[in-house]
């Protein structure tokens, strides 16, 4: 049984917190949080073992999936580097310090950050890239990223890895970003290719959180498998980098 302690309590953790006990070989270790919430809250039963803080939190674990803040991913990466546990971050808008401690943490143990751990977005940041190889620098490249009202980050994690995937341009062009906050939607990214007489789009839709949080524990189940190191969805789902 992989041990899990989910670090959060927010949309996502309470996601993962919810389809845990659906999935085979997982034991849920215990909740980290810093304020204590009911069982209708996390979507599991009050029975959980919640713990205000890393520190609080006195025995073993396998796995630690972070769905925070920044500062809090930092927190959980030295933690876990310190104790020999496996860290699954899906947090986004890391700060340079935040990746750092992540990495530094790789030396140690593995770890796994990415601001989306849909299998569908993973293969979508793949077309992307071919895309942008086969086209050089002759298309303008726009993305455009949808999600809902309470999301602070703009652009998303997702956009802004996706712009990654993307070769700068030659001419010293850049990607035009464009984001939307609006109800409670999950997430949808769009990429557009705008040639001269056509246009290519390469998008994505999620449909309920679920995807994230089954991505998570997927991907935490490969995870806990591997030797310390920093990896990618491209590593876990064997897609070409």
């Given amino acids: 049984m992989i041990r899990t302690l989910v670090h959060g309590a927010g949309r996502m953790a309470r996601r993962v917190l919810a389809l845990l006990p659906e999935m085979e070989g997982f034991e849920l270790a215990g909740l980290i949080s810093r304020t204590r919430p009911d069982g209708k809250l996390v979507g599991v039963e009050t029975a959980t073992e919640w713990y205000g803080s890393l520190e609080d939190f006195k025995t073993t674990a396998d796995l630690l999936i972070d769905f925070t803040l920044p500062g809090g991913t930092r927190s959980a990466a030295e933690w876990c580097a310190h104790n020999g546990v496996a860290v699954l971050s899906g947090t986004t808008g890391l700060s340079d310090e935040d990746i750092q401690a992540l990495k530094k943490a790789a030396q140690k143990v593995p770890v796994l950050w990415a601001p989306n751990l849909s299998h569908g977005i993973a293969l979508m940041t793949t077309l992307v890239r071919q895309a942008a190889d086969a086209l050089g620098s002759s298309a303008h490249i726009s993305i455009t990223d949808i999600h809902h009202q309470h999301k602070v980050d703009a652009p998303s994690g997702t956009a802004l890895a996706l712009a990654a995937a993307v070769p700068p341009a030659d001419d010293g062009g850049e990607l035009v970003f464009s984001s939307v906050r609006e109800g409670e ?11 001269a007489d056509e246009v290519i789009v390469i998008s994505h ?10 991505g998570a524990l997927n991907a935490g189940d490969w995870l806990v498998r591997q030797r310390p190191g920093y990896y990618s969805t491209d590593d876990w789902l064997d897609l070409p980098g």
């Fill in 185 to 195: 939607v999950v997430g949808e990214h769009i990429v557009r290719f705008e040639l």
């Fill in 205 to 214: 839709k999620a449909l309920d959180r679920a995807v994230f949080a089954r």
